[in-house]
């Protein structure tokens, strides 16, 4: 089984987005780390089952269920490297930072 490591911008985003869930209601920002955590326990087991993002050859986008938001990384040979975790609607911008 391959490890998931956070790197620091996706360490980032993910206090951003579970301060602004808990913010909405309380609560909330734990659900998303359960999502986040189903997420992270399908790519170990399943390193490539996420389509790869246009105009990369490596990079890779998972879903977060439940939550408006998709996890970005790449499969490494000895782990799951994530770089961002953002929302949808930011996703698809430019210098979104996934080189």
């Known amino acids: ?38 997420v992270f326990s399908r790519l170990e087991a399943f390193p490539r089952s996420a389509p790869l993002v246009a105009g990369y050859t490596d990079v890779r986008r998972a879903v977060v269920r439940g939550f408006p938001h998709v996890v970005f990384y790449r499969h490494r040979p000895d782990w799951i490297d994530v770089l961002r975790i953002l929302h949808a609607a930011r996703s698809h911008a430019e210098g979104s930072g996934l080189t």
């Open 1 to 38: 089984m391959t490890e998931v490591a956070l790197g620091p911008r996706a360490v980032a985003d993910l206090r951003a987005a579970r301060d602004h869930h808990d913010s909405a209601r309380h609560g909330l920002g734990r659900r998303l780390d359960d999502a986040l955590d189903e």
